[in-house]
């Protein structure tokens, strides 16, 4: 089975201040990796996915992230927040064969923007 | 909009009552998936359905059951109702089963008083 922390519940940063939200996985096989970012009372928005090729990643909303697989990460990062980025961010897993398509996601890291 | 479209928006029923969430896919999307988040046990897979056929299913209780159906929308049923089912639901839609993207809908906030 696979799993996925997100160490961090909470992370408060300033305004324009750079941010990561970091994500380490566990899992038996290769899996495609994904951050989602949920904005309050909303659904969940695809923010960007690793799925082979370069290790870097790049999303919506000036998000990027780097696959790390000797450290089994994938971490968030951006170089200036904006009061927008206020959301939680979710980073999931998926396996993608027969029976287990299903997305394993983390607990979630709340994101607060400081004016 | 991710094109997901789920219904309704909000319930609010009694411990022991039965409900149905609806979520219409994407159009084109073959694949449909539940979630369930709530605060003890945070976002978690119920079941994955694919063209009308059950493909996987994760922690879903006994008491819910789903289907979808040839129009390709489907229904999460939700019975005998306890104060812990109250969580957000979530469907998702992805083209193949293989589901690489999954695209949310806005989810149903389920209250059970």
């Known amino acids: 089975a696979q799993s996925v922390t997100q160490l961090d519940s909470q992370v408060p940063v300033f305004e324009e201040a750079p941010v990561e939200l970091r994500c380490n996985y566990s899992s038996s096989v290769s899996v495609y990796l994904f951050w989602y970012v949920q904005y309050p009372n909303q659904g969940l928005q695809l923010l960007l996915k690793y799925l082979s090729g370069s290790t870097l990643v790049k999303g919506i909303n000036g998000f990027e992230a780097e696959f790390n697989k000797s450290q089994t990460s994938f971490h968030l990062r951006k170089p200036s927040v904006h009061i927008s980025d206020t959301a939680e961010y979710f980073c999931a897993v998926l396996r993608g064969d027969f029976g287990n398509e299903k997305l394993t996601f983390g607990t979630g890291t709340r994101l607060t923007i400081i004016p | 909009d991710s094109g997901v479209t789920q219904t309704p928006k909000h319930l609010i029923t009694a411990t022991g009552q039965r409900v149905t969430l609806r979520c219409s896919p994407r159009s084109g999307d073959l694949s449909v998936y539940w979630y369930q988040q709530s605060l003890d046990q945070g976002l978690q897979f119920l079941i994955h359905y694919y063209n009308g056929e059950e493909r996987a299913k994760g922690n879903i209780l006994e008491r819910f059951s789903a289907q979808q159906f040839p129009d390709l929308h489907s229904e999460l049923n939700l019975s005998s109702l306890e104060l812990g089912d109250s969580a957000l639901y979530f469907c998702?839609?992805?083209?193949?089963?293989?589901?690489?993207?999954?695209?949310f809908g806005p989810g149903t906030r389920l209250t059970v008083l």
């Open positions: 998702a839609s992805s083209v193949l089963a293989g589901g690489v993207e999954q695209f």
